[in-house]
T-cell receptor
């Protein structure tokens, strides 16, 4: 059973600090990795995608991928109250199925 | 450009009934996938359609089915509803769904199904 694991949280981070969200996956053949943000009662929206080892930065967000260790992380710099949401890690496995983690609830403390 | 549109947004059904949910993908997107989201299980993949063919399927019973039309619009059907089918059903579309092509998956707002 291919799995994507995330700490469910809640992760509480002071406003202005760096929030670090982590995700591990079991399928070594996975090639595509995504982070989605989901506000309560809303559908997921794409934050970042990453396909190769290393870091990818987009504004306040940085995605990090380490295929050897099978983990992907998301850093949010200068955290804002509007960043409070559930963050879903998603992985496309070698058989083209997208598998989501159960999400990490992030709470930014004003 | 219009996003992914799902109808209906909210519905209540009784056990044993069946339900059909509809999804219109973003214009130009040919891959449509469906997901069930519940507090306990998170977001789970149901199936994916591409060019009117089911290309991938998750681990759900046969009561869950879907189809895609020539205009890429998709429907999913759940027969013989059970209380545990109460969930948010999300539809997502992408250009072609390929894992190595950098396809981005865009979600609709979802259909909230309550089974009583």
């Amino acid at each position: 059973q291919k799995e994507v694991e995330q700490n469910s949280g809640p992760l509480s981070v002071p406003e202005g600090a760096i929030a670090s969200l982590n995700c591990t996956y079991s399928d070594r053949g996975s090639q595509s990795f995504f982070w989605y943000r989901q506000y309560s009662g809303k559908s997921p929206e794409l934050i970042m995608s990453i396909y190769s080892n290393g870091d990818k930065e987009d504004g306040r967000f940085t995605a990090q991928l380490n295929k050897a260790s099978q983990y992907v992380s998301l850093l949010i710099r200068d955290s804002q109250p509007s960043d409070s949401a559930t963050y879903l890690c998603a992985v496309i496995s070698r058989d083209d199925k997208i598998i989501f983690g159960k999400g990490t609830r992030l709470h930014i403390l004003p | 450009k219009a996003g992914v549109t799902q109808t209906p947004r909210y519905l209540i059904k009784t056990r044993g009934q069946q339900v059909t949910l509809s999804c219109s993908p973003i214009s130009g997107h040919r891959s449509v996938s469906w997901y069930q989201q519940t507090p306990g299980q998170g977001l789970q993949f149901l199936f994916e359609y591409f060019s009117e063919t089911q290309r991938n399927k998750g681990n759900f019973p046969g009561r869950f089915s879907g189809r895609q039309f020539s205009n890429s619009r998709s429907e999913m059907n759940v027969s013989t509803l059970e209380l545990g089918d109460s969930a948010l059903y999300l539809c997502a579309s992408s250009v072609d769904g390929g894992r190595n092509s950098g396809n981005t998956i865009y979600f609709g707002e979802g259909s909230w199904l309550t089974v009583v």
